[in-house]
Every structure is written in C-alpha cells, then in structure tokens.
C-alpha cells in the first residue's frame, strides 16, 4: 500500500505537517484566552490561517468556545452580518431555545428565522430582509456585534473568535463598520478576537492614528519559518515516509521556495510524490529540479497569460524584482541595467504588481515574488 503523503498544502494544515510557530501559538493561545483583541498580519502563503486553527485546537481543550470566520466569503455587508449572525448562531446548540431567544434579542431590525432540515445540516437560519437601507444596516450591525458577548454568556463559558480576511471589511462601509465593530469588542471582556489579514498594508493602515482600531490590542506579524527549522522538518519527513533524503534536500527545498510554508510543503509533497512514483528509496537534489521542471511546465500556459496581462512597465518591474532579489529597484544603476524608467514609474509598477498580489514587500524593504513557482518561470522564460 503506498504510504501516504506527508506534506500538505492547498489547506490548513493538521497537527503533523505544522511546524516552526510554538512559540507564535502559544503567544496567541494566552492572549486570546484572557480576552485579548488581537490583530494577525502576515503576507499570503506563511500559514497564517493554520496557525488560527492550531491555536483554536489548544483552546477547545482548554474548554473554550472558538469560531473561525472569514469576512472576505461576503459581497455586502448585509449578507456579512447575516451570516456572521448564523455562524454564532451555530454555537447555541439548542435550536429551540436559540429560536425564541434570538426573536426577543433583535429588536431594531427582527430576524426571520427558520429551522434546517436534517439533510441541510439541521440548527437554524437566520435573514433580515427588512433591511434596505445604510441606516437599517447599521442598527442591525450593533445587534449582531453585540452578539458574542451575550452567547458567551448563555453558554456560560469563553468564547474566542477569529475574523479572517479581516481586510475585506473595508470594502462594505468605509469607517462606519470599523466603528461599530470597535465599540461593540472593546466592551466584551469575556470574548477574545483575532483580527487576520493577509494585505498587510491594508491591515498596518486599519490599525494606523485616526483609524477606530488605533491601540485596539496588540499586533502580532507573522515573519518566516526560521529556514534551518524548516529544512530540518522537511529532512525529517521525508525520512519518516520511507525516503532517505540527500543531506541538502530540505535546505534546497526551502531556498528554491523563497521559505514560503505553502510554497516549501507543495515543492516537498510534488517531491515526494514524484519519488514513490519511481519507486525510489532515495530523494537527492536531481529529483528535486526534476520535480520543479514539471511543476512549470504544468503552469506555462497560465503563467503566461498572467505575464501578457501586465503592462511592459511590470513585466520589466517583475523581472527586476526577480533577478535583484528585490532590492534596490530605486536605485539608478538597476534601473539603468533592467530599462525602468524613472522612480516614479518603477513605484507604479510595484504597487499594481502588489495589489494583483504578484509581489509582496518584505518587512526589511525587499520585494519578493509572491508565486516562487511564478519566481522561477520568470527567471527562466522571460526576457
């Protein structure tokens, strides 16, 4: 029977492929256990979300209540508050009881509700059809945001909630929802929340002066796996699945992988999977590249639309950014070397590569390809 494979990406990862963030875990787990209002931010790909699920795995056992919520699920914020109102909801195990008392606690805007069928997934559902207009939305907005604090309370025990995504909650009211969520946590001492964002520029402006989430908690940034853990936990792996890896696989996995989690777990499990097809016993540094070749042959056809899309000002941009490992893009001599332009329309470039999350900024000013398999087709196949 083939073993099964013992790297994970594409999903949170369980408990077995988690690695290099104890120290990150158990930070989270005590803060939000005393209450804490917690912001996360971290770039795509560094395993933000199951390092949440870890730490919500930690506080079940410690009898807490958690809920994971994506805010970016949503396209307005009325079906937001809906089903962030069902997903609480969901908690109240007693669907009956749940019934009447969410009929008495709405009073602004009342809640139809409706019992699932069993086929459904059973417990209920909630809507608010009345609600039509900013004014309505908002006085429904202060019921529900009120919401965790008072079902923390009927069940008698804490409850934590994690908001991923958090960014997107910009996009359904301006400041307006930022206010209303604020004043409803900063009253919920019972309730710990971990605000997530995977755009960390929008998250470092939410969390800036004149923003309502100004010193609203501590702030947590999420920086890489330590790149010897991380290769030490891929040699491991491999070597508990079977396969004896040459003394430098991991390293090189990690490297050519930018030491991004999701990046350096699907380059392993591609690896792995590729070896147990040729029945090796053995992984060296040929199977590797063997690997990678695969892997961007398998991308050519989309990652060249993806680079006829861009302007030829960040086609230039991104290839820059590639070839000088993102640094010095400003400078003259750079631009000289990879035909720029002028700062201004090398910043341009930049920030458009950013917003279609091509490029990320490292926290020490270095700018990095988000995709290390878009890093080396770029490399490879550009001009």
Same mark, same amino acid.
Request: zero cysteines.
């Given at each position: 029977m083939t073993p099964e494979n013992p790297f994970v990406y594409g999903e949170i990862v369980p408990a077995s492929a988690f690695v290099g963030r104890n120290v990150e875990r158990a930070r989270l787990m005590a803060d939000l256990a005393s209450g804490q209002k917690i912001f996360l931010i971290s770039p795509r790909r560094y395993g933000k979300s199951s390092l949440i699920r870890q730490a919500f795995t930690g506080l079940a056992r410690q009898k807490v209540v958690t809920l994971e919520f994506t805010v970016a699920s949503f396209s307005s914020y009325v079906a937001f508050l809906e089903g962030y109102a069902r997903a609480l909801i969901g908690l109240e195990t007693r669907a009956a009881q749940a019934r009447s008392w969410l009929q008495d606690l709405f009073v602004a805007v009342k809640p139809e509700i409706r019992a699932q069928s069993s086929a459904a997934g059973g417990g209920l559902t909630v809507a608010f059809p009345a609600v039509r207009t900013a004014r309505d939305a908002a006085r429904l907005a202060e019921e529900v945001f009120a919401l965790p604090a008072r079902i923390a309370d009927r069940l008698g025990r804490r409850l934590v909630i994690a908001l991923d995504e958090f960014q997107a909650?910009?996009?359904f009211d301006d400041s307006a929802v930022e206010q209303a969520l604020r004043a409803a946590v900063q009253q919920q001492r019972q309730v710990g929340y971990v605000f997530a964002g995977s755009e960390p520029s929008l998250m470092e402006q939410m969390i800036g002066p004149k923003r309502p989430f100004f010193k609203a908690g501590p702030v947590m940034r999420l920086q890489k796996i330590p790149g010897p853990v991380f290769a030490a936990f891929v040699d491991e792996r491999f070597r508990?699945?079977?396969?004896? *890896?040459?003394?430098?696989?991991?390293?090189?996995?990690?490297?050519? #992988?930018?030491?991004? *989690?999701?990046?350096?777990?699907?380059?392993?499990?591609?690896?792995? &999977? &590729?070896?147990? #097809?040729?029945?090796?016993?053995?992984?060296?540094?040929?199977?590797?590249?063997?690997?990678?070749?695969r892997l961007l042959a398998e991308q050519d056809t989309l990652f060249e639309a993806l680079w006829q899309k861009q302007t030829l000002g960040q086609r230039g941009v991104l290839r820059a950014v590639v070839l000088e490992h993102g640094m010095s893009l400003l400078a003259a001599e750079t631009r000289e070397r990879h035909r720029?332009?002028? *700062?201004?329309?090398?910043? #341009?470039?930049?920030? #458009?590569?950013?917003? +279609? &999350?091509?490029?990320?900024? +490292?926290?020490?000013?270095?700018?990095?390809?988000? &995709?290390?398999?878009?890093? +080396?087709?770029v490399a490879r196949k550009t001009h």
């Open positions: 909650i910009t996009s508990k699945s079977g396969l004896q *890896p040459a003394s430098d696989l991991g390293a090189a996995i990690v490297d050519l #992988a930018g030491n991004l *989690p999701y990046d350096v777990q699907r380059l392993a499990h591609e690896t792995w &999977d &590729d070896a147990v #097809a040729e029945r090796r016993k053995r992984v060296n540094l040929e199977d590797l590249h063997e690997t990678m070749h720029l332009g002028g *700062p201004s329309s090398v910043q #341009a470039a930049l920030l #458009a590569l950013q917003r +279609e &999350d091509l490029v990320a900024r +490292e926290d020490d000013g270095r700018y990095l390809v988000v &995709d290390s398999l878009l890093r +080396e087709w």
